[in-house]
């Protein structure tokens, strides 16, 4: 009898109500192929290159492909992937120190980035030479980003001031001191090329004109009450608003009124450390016109509705905490950086018109230039590629990890495959049913008790993991409760030698106990209700 792949087989489960879900939910859950790189320090800041919004001195446009490359910056070492392929295509360690902040100029030749010596590097991306050194900041320079003029570049560091810089002399044309702490936010305004916008560790925000004498740049202060990690505002047609981040606290400021404070919403539980506006109007965005994006130390990515009065529309979770955060051009890739230095890129599944309305757009954008001709000889060479790879899944039909120790009857190891990071539940839910099957009443066989017996610490932590995470899940009640019996059968006598095997016992117990207390309200109140039909009937 052949073997059957847990994978086609229907998982019983408990009937369970469809919850509504957002057209920002929906958006966002699309950007499911998930990519993980591990960097040798933490990943401070991200890049992509920007929209083709203007054009390189020599009249050449920023190219659909090369928007999908982004800057890295994490330890001595700026790399350039590509979003696509994700694979690292050029990388820049000509820096004395710790590189930080890279920034674009919007034809994606230049790249230019700082680092903690307080040298600001200008490189040449074909080549990686350093076209431009401009020295002049004390401390390490934390942001660097090219101005709507490509011949000025705009700097901020530790040593409190903001530098405007002319490209050609390598000279500094301005400096702007007025903050008292680290400056860790600076842009240059996209609706007015003379307004700067700065945040600090002095808890301030403040609105630079550079027509004006240094001495009375400093047009605005709105103070946002926690030293600032990232600043910006919103893109042209956004009204005059501008967003600050410091602590777990957003707050959204009216440039046009003063400065005034619009909102202030806190949905982090640690400091926001990074910010990003996503403007799609793709199909399957539900048409939003704006979104606003933060990152912070607890690990997770939120999504805002700034016509919802900051509402949160969606959360993204990741593994660590997070350090920074960019969009693509064209909104098909988000990455994140960790502090623990994993880089994350999610790339957006494109549906069928979707994908074909901006192949046409493309093609009738960039038709008959080199960079179209290369970027579709790599697309036709990466569909060849993908033909064969799928002919060779069709041919081979391996089963999964768990599939083939459960097909060897080596179920410790089956359940082992399923827990692994990754596994989608379902599967797993699959796998302990099967093994429950496979498990007699009089106990000659019990293939979910030789599955969970033998464990060590680090063995038996992921399996209490998994339980604890889905203890309150009515739609696997009974696997759950099933599993759990046999691992407290099983490991009772072991509790008190390991402290971390008896905090998740404790805390599967707690979870128990809140579930009982909790189905006994719920009798409660049916018993009233009950009690109120009956009088209102008369019966």
Known sequence: MEYVPLSSLPVPSAPRPRASRSADATYFRRFTQSTFV???????????VPASSSSSSDGASTSTASTH?????????????NAKSRKVVKTISRFGDVARGAGWRNDGRLLVAGDDSGTVQVFDISSRAILRTLKGHKLPVHISRFSSDPSQILTASDDTTLRLWDLPTETSLSVYSGHG??????????????????????????LWDTRLDTREANVMTMRHGAPVEDALIYPTGGGGIAVSAGGPTLRVWDLMMGGRCLRATSNHAKTITSLAISTSDAEGSGGHALRLLSAGLDGLVKVYDPARDYVVTHTMRYPSPLLSIALSADEQHIATGGADGTLCIRTRALRANEAAARAEATKAKEQGTQQLFMAAASADSGGAAATLQEAATVRTKRLSPFDSALKSFRYA????????????KHATFALLTELSRRSSADGKEDALRRA??????GALEP???FLLRHAGNPEHNAVVCKVADVVIDTYASILGQSPLIDDLFGRLWAKVTDEVRLHREVEKVRGALEMLVVRGTGV
């Open 413 to 424: 190891d089956a359940l082992d495959a399923a827990l692994r990071a990754g596994t989608n």
């Open 463 to 465: 399996l209490l993991r």
């Open 69 to 81: 490359r982004l800057a890295v910056s994490a330890g001595a070492r700026v790399q350039i992937y």
């Open 38 to 48: 591990r960097e040798y320090a933490p990943v401070h800041s991200i890049a992509f």
């Open 452 to 457: 969970v017996a033998g464990r060590d610490e």
């Open 181 to 206: 702490d680290y400056v860790r936010s600076a842009l240059v305004s996209p609706d007015n090329a003379s307004l700067v916008l700065s945040g600090s560790y002095d808890g301030t925000v403040r």
